[in-house]
């Protein structure tokens, strides 16, 4: 764990102060409960004066052709949470800025209407007399019956934090973009089965009236056609037609561009869901858009018999009819999909922004170390679960599961800048520039470009009101600056260029531009952000320029006031291309796969200034002035890394805690001291559900690991076996006891690989050194019956392979430790109180711990000579220097460096495919036994 | 109170500091025999036999065939010049069958199952090109499984020990008596070949327990009762004797303490090995260091460990390693006790002392003993704690390491943890430069 984020409040008062003017002298909220569903565990922090709502929820609304602008359904589905908001009203606002680029109907030069497949527009609106701030996800669906075929949607993520909305853009749009995505193909199938009865029908119909005239046709020997018979022959040519037409919609359906699947853009949804498409898919693909393919029929085989019914010539008014609801729309099973996929974005985006953004930002880090993280970090959900966001709020990373993608198949992303759409981009903006200028009194948009990335880096500081344009979607501006309106063919090329550098020099001041009329859309972004072909086609230097403009950005990130100029500075325009990209990604999100790729890393020597500066995200010894403050961690991250944290929004932001975290202060775990926490309540916001556990595990860890360095004066040393590799066993009669203990000693565990931590809580068979191989702690059961007399034999006659703690006896025997790093990571005077925050002092000292033995690892020259001649002895004395001065280690610490070394070498080498063959390491040295 | 010798958790001179533990065997493993410079087999009573790579600890191969446990092994590397050179080992088992294995496919190359007893020892004669199996009768075969000759009913028992000797010849231990059998092509067909007995040697008062050759000149013979013999190897006569040495009641100056209770278990010459000077005799649970051309004991441990000795095992580096049944390995180093001025010194025969510096009493014993030719002692300088049973024999592979199998049915790969960490060291950054990282 890199931060710590409950802290963060704490720690910045004067920027309370700071924030203090801004507001009102003395919110309201200090005197009366300002609505009755603040309620329980509303604190005064809550920032509820604007909003009605009580929390973030989900609206999907739908522009009904018969109602107009109506809302459908919230998640979570609770008249709490939507408190006196008044939705019908709030629906009109979002889906007042969608804009329909959709178009169904004849375009010129072709015969049948054509479907278009539409990209979502995806928008950030404000209302200010709402109190609200959306993410509105517009998508628009098929319905045959609808006007146009078209039924349009969207989906709003409404909170009362607009710092969350902005930041956390990314993160929501890819995760909309699932739930749309998952919609629409449930549509899709929808669609195309109802195009499927409506060919049968019309079939019937066009058979039923050949056959009437036929009849008619015989009947009548005269000559000539009654009008009754021409009626027919029209109304048999009109079905034909509608025929024709509509066998065209069902290949349109059919051949729907399924090549975006293939596109990292694609997220796919879920396994199951994945699995139903692909049985779509294979059906959808180019090959089978033939009707005649038999992999079509094979999709439809499935269909249900239907009895073809008779089409009235003329069709129902459109206001007779009911219309289809979104569950009809989209087949039962994709919208319970789409719905526990919302269900997921409210999990994921509940609490306060501060804490989400720096459970991003330690997440993206761990991310990064990708070589060291398994050691001491849970990584499973690294791996397993793509991680809902990235760090990309405010960096602008790609989504996770981008990253994944781009990982995995290092696929370039689609959006990449290249000189040329640098230039074009330029040309674009003076548009919208001068309102920008006006707000933020910057001289010109090159400039700004050029400006130091300082700021831009800093963008966060803004208040990012500023209206951002986008392609694919219309900008609907705030009033006073709406003047531009770029059309989507035009900006294409800008896209990814222009927004940020507006994010990045609008400043604070631009808050007071909130308009009256109270909507403002505060930025809109290129729906999927997919570029047609033919744009793609005219960028091909760009994909290549990719990897530098990528390694720019890593220096950049990470290093701006350290490393400024991170390439030679060979042209200014290359480096002026790294920094928009940075900015690019913030607000369009092209994802730069680099930052997370660990190889990249790797590659720099560890030695040099600037790799030194890349790789280990810490700060390099921060631990010291760390301690004294007691949170440590945050430190680690204000040293230098991410200076923007220093900014104030996150103590506004804080404000909106307690309240987005209702559900939780229920739950939450009693701690030591509740004084100390006056809205101390605000539990982490549930990253993931999966999270929760592993939470509360954390914390009564963190809390038993509190006791256990206080009760014993011998927990150095117990500490010290645990980080150099030495199995501790708990021997002790009382389970409870027992396991407690192991729990506690648990968060020092080294992990040997990506599996659960090597930590035995109760064993009561006498233990084998096939035991000490697999785990590192382990708890034993003492008992008198001879099995016991084993297994205390057992303990003896293995005792150099082991530090024995004896629970029921308070002693320890192992070796001796003189070193100072567990000293900082175990005093029993610390002032830290609380589980979880000496938890996550525990984990940035051991992050420390990790990046020394990263170095340790990584340099070449301390474990290969230099030269051929050189002799073994001096390269010893070379790693023992570098570990003694330049790691600044001592005695006893060199051993855990060490064996954190040999832990990250054995995974480093490690074979993917072969398992490994677990090894115990031990050192011939005397134990002592320690008594209280 | 137990007298032996113990060394603490502080092993400043033992290099393994890291192990491997190899599962696979189900029951006791018994063999460990060296295929190639990283390769090795072990075979024991559950029948199977696994092929290991001795560097990574990784198995190659699950070799099945045999029903019954396994009873001799042994490698058998083809020398043929036109061919490469492929690796065979010959396992005899319980079961009355003998199978070569190829290491290279891991896959039974033949199979033979026309014995009448079970054979208990497997002699090759690379130089002859022609393998020997003993059992009940000594047969001899070509690579390709013909039988060539066999001699008549020996014994029921069957024999315990072939060593290989000069001019064609081979030692066989038959209960107490040593057979020489001579092979020659017999006169009629190139193929053909004929053994014959051509020494019967009774000196041992018991069953002949271990049997090892020296050099071309010598061979040494250990028995039940600790009787140790070195014979010429060309004229098959005795060159030198031991009989009691394992006998201190003849030694007035040695501790009372130190004196062994007389069980024949305890007297048997378990295992014998030699370099060019001294054989090294693993009788009951001392080691004794018999030097050749002294004719005499230069050194000794008495009680090397708890129990039986089981295997020894001479290091180029003056080391010694043995293995016994208490489960541990220890690791000794013959050093030259420094010399003092001469005393008159009692000439006795035995002139050794059990214990190392660390044992008073033994320095005591020492010193009464000062003699004016180079004396030696055992210092324990490491011991190995792993196998929770008898650790039956062990291989050393050098730098690769040490492997150790036991009656707890596993195998242990013992490193030096320094080397590895290097090693490992060395395959990152190759790996980081196969990726393009460095």
Known sequence: MISAPDVVAFTREEELEDDLYREPPLPEEYSVPLFPFAGQGANPWAKVAGSKFTRDFILISEFSEQVGPQPLLTIPDDAKVSGTFDLNYFSLRIMSVDY????????????????????????????????????????????????????????????????????????????????????????????????????????????????????QKKANDKGYYTTQAIEKANELASVEKSIIEHQDLL??????????????????????????????????????????????????????????????????KCFDKKLKTLEELCDVYFFTQTLDQLHHIERTFRGDVCYLLTEQISRALLKQQSVTNFLFEDVSFLEEKPPEKQYRGCQGLGQDAIDEKCSEDSLAPKVVISLGSYKSSVECVPIKMEQEMEDSEEPKMSESVMSEHQENLDYLDADIKGSISSGESIEVLGTEKSGSGLTKSESQASLPVIPSPQVGRSKVGSRRTVSEDSIEVLSTCPSESLIPEDFKASYPSAINEEPYVDDNEGGLRFAPRLNPDVDDGQDDISKQESLVQVDAACCIGKESPNF???????????????????IPPQPYRPAEQGLRGGFPSHDGISGGLLPYELDSRYLTGSRELSKSSLDECSDSMSYISSAASTCSDRTPSPAHLACQAGERHKKRAGQNALRFIRQYPFAHPAIYSLLSGRTLVVLGEDEAMVKKLVTALSIFVPNCGVYAKPVKHWVTSPLHLVDFQKWKLIGLQRTVSPAGVTALHALSRYSRYLSILDADSKTLRCPLYKGTVVARLADHRTQIKRGSTYYMHVQSILTQLCSKAFLFTFCHHLHLP??????????????????????????????IV???????KLHYIQEPGQGRHPLLRFDYVPSFLYKI | KSSVQTIGEEQIQNPYTELLVLKGHQDIVRFLVQIDDCRFASAGDDGIVFLWNAQTGEKLFELHGHTQKITAIAPFSSSDVTEEKTHLIITASADRTVIIWDCTSGRQVQKVSCFHSTVKCLTVLQRLNVWLSGGSDLCVWNRKLDLLCKTSHLTDAGLSALVELPKNCVAAAVGRELIIFRLSASSNGSEGWNVLEVKRLVDHQDNISSLVSVNDLTFVTGSHVGELIVWDALDWTKQASECSFWDSSVHPDVQPEIKLSQSPNETSVQHLTSDEECVFAAVGKGIYVYNLQMKRVIACQRTAHDSSVLHIEKLPNRQLISCSEDGSVRIWELREKQQLPAEP????????WGFGRANKQANQAAKKMQENTPTYFLDLVGDLIGHSSAVQMFLYFGELGLATCSADHLIILWKDGERESSLRSLTLFKKLAQNGDL
Do not use: W
């Not at chain 1, 098929?142 to 709003?156: Q, T």
């Not at chain 1, 499935?302 to 009235?312: A, C, D, F, M, R």
């Open chain 1, 251 to 316: 290949k349109q359906i059919r051949s729907y561009p399924y090549r975006k699947l293939k596109e990292s853009e694609f997220h796919p949804y879920e396994p199951e869901c994945a699995l139903d498409r692909a049985d779509v898919g294979g059906d959808q693909d180019p090959a089978a858009s033939d009707p005649s393919e038999p992999g079509e029929t094979h999709l439809y085989t499935h269909v249900p018999s239907y009895t073809p019914k008779l089409i009235k010539a003329k069709s129902a």
């Open chain 1, 898 to 904: 060490q064996y954190l070394a040999e832990l990250l």
């Open chain 1, 596 to 614: 997370l790729e660990p190889l990249a890393e790797l590659g720099q020597k560890p030695c040099e200034e600037d790799g030194v500066v890349r």
């Open chain 2, 345 to 352: 010194v009692p000439t006795g025969f035995f002139n050794m």
């Open chain 1, 100 to 215: 329909q680029a959709s178009f169904v109907g004849h375009p010129p030069g072709s015969a049948y209407p054509k479907l278009n497949f539409v990209e979502d527009s995806k928008v950030v609106l404000g209302d200010s007399k709402e109190g609200a701030f959306a993410y509105v996800h517009h998508l628009t669906l098929y319905d045959l019956e609808a006007r146009g075929f078209v039924r349009p949607f969207c989906m709003a993520y409404i909170s009362a934090d607009e710092h969350k909305i902005m930041q956390q853009f990314q993160e929501l749009s890819s995760e909309f973009s699932k739930a749309s995505e998952c919609l629409k193909t449930g549509n899709r199938k929808a669609f195309a089965s109802e195009l499927e009865k409506k060919l049968k029908d019309l079939d019937y119909t066009r058979t039923v009236l050949h056959n009437e005239t036929e009849l």
């Open chain 1, 866 to 895: 230099i030269s051929e001649r050189e002799p073994e002895e001096s390269v010893v004395n070379r790693r023992i220097n570098f570990l003694k001065l330049q790691l600044g280690l001592a005695n006893e610490d060199i051993k």
